[in-house]
T-cell receptor, first 116, second 113 residues
């Protein structure tokens, strides 16, 4: 597709379970970002990839959160031992080139995670 | 560290009213500044941007001027429409922050017919 695609759009899980959220960026975009958005708040930065490597993972809240982008395109955000506080909308964005040329971010519609 | 503060909402206006949404920032470097908009049921999208002091970004009748002396990037529109009802996010990105874009909390705008 032409835009950023995120799956699943909704995920309901139980406390303690493992979750994977997938992001398919716009073709040719080298930079990929994960954000978390709680109700009534702005997007909170989690991690940023430039190509296959994580250029900045300073926003990951703890070691239960991990993200990969093995071929420099699709990325997966992995959450282990989920907690109720992890409930949020997880947003993925891509841009043509991060770094000094950072400009417009193109966002997906998000994956809504609910931890019961 | 870098941060963005924007006025709390919701803001409720009648159609054709003048809109201002205040945004101020803290940054250690020379950031680029952005306004993103989230319409109901849609993802965030860029509304406008400015990359250096005194630049004015504009789009769809909205404007914002990068004011370094007051560290502000206020969003304005002279005459709002019902279709402008959305949540507006001020954001910045700069080298000292590792180029990640950070966002304010958002301001919800309701425009009544």
């Amino acid at each position: 597709g032409a835009g950023v695609s995120q799956t699943p759009s909704n995920k309901v899980t139980e406390k303690g379970k493992y979750v994977e959220l997938r992001c398919d960026p716009i073709s040719g975009h080298t930079a990929l970002y994960w954000y978390r958005q709680s109700l009534g708040q702005g997007p909170e930065f989690l991690i940023y990839f430039q190509g296959t490597g994580a250029a900045d993972d300073s926003g990951l809240p703890n070691d239960r959160f991990f993200a990969v982008r093995p071929e420099g395109s699709v990325s997966t955000l992995k959450i282990q031992r989920t907690e109720r506080g992890d409930s949020a909308v997880y947003l993925c964005a891509s841009s043509f080139d991060g770094g000094a040329n950072t400009g417009e971010l193109f966002f997906g519609e998000g994956s809504r995670l609910t931890v019961l | 560290g870098n941060s963005v503060t924007q006025m709390e909402g919701p803001v409720t206006l009648s159609e054709e009213a003048f809109l201002t949404i205040n945004c101020t920032y803290t940054a250690t470097g020379y950031p680029s500044l952005f306004w993103y908009v989230q319409y109901p049921g849609e993802g965030l999208q860029l509304l406008l941007k400015a990359t250096k002091a005194d630049d004015k970004g504009s789009n769809k009748g909205f404007e914002a001027t990068y004011r370094k002396e007051t560290t502000s990037f206020h969003l304005e529109k002279g005459s709002v429409q019902v279709s402008d009802s959305a949540v507006y996010f001020c954001a910045l990105s700069d080298q000292n922050g590792g180029f990640k874009t950070i966002f304010g909390a958002g301001t919800r705008l309701f425009v009544k017919a």
